[in-house]
């Protein structure tokens, strides 16, 4: 799954230890994330949504 997750974190200021703890999450979490080698569980994408006031479907994208 693909994601704009870096282009959103760093537009919003913030680092992965920024957002990782925004979320509840680990900076190696995000890193993951963003580097398209871990899919977020369903909750987690809530999570970052919620947090950049979009859609799931606004930061993710099927490959």
Do not use: W
């Amino acid at each position: 799954m693909k994601n704009d997750l870096p282009d959103r974190r760093e537009r919003a200021g913030l680092s992965q230890a920024d957002l990782a703890e925004a979320v509840g999450v680990t900076r190696q979490t995000i890193n993951a994330i963003e580097r398209d080698r871990y899919d977020p569980s369903l909750d987690l994408a809530f999570e970052l949504a919620a947090h950049f006031d979009c859609r799931i479907e606004d930061i993710f994208t099927p490959d």
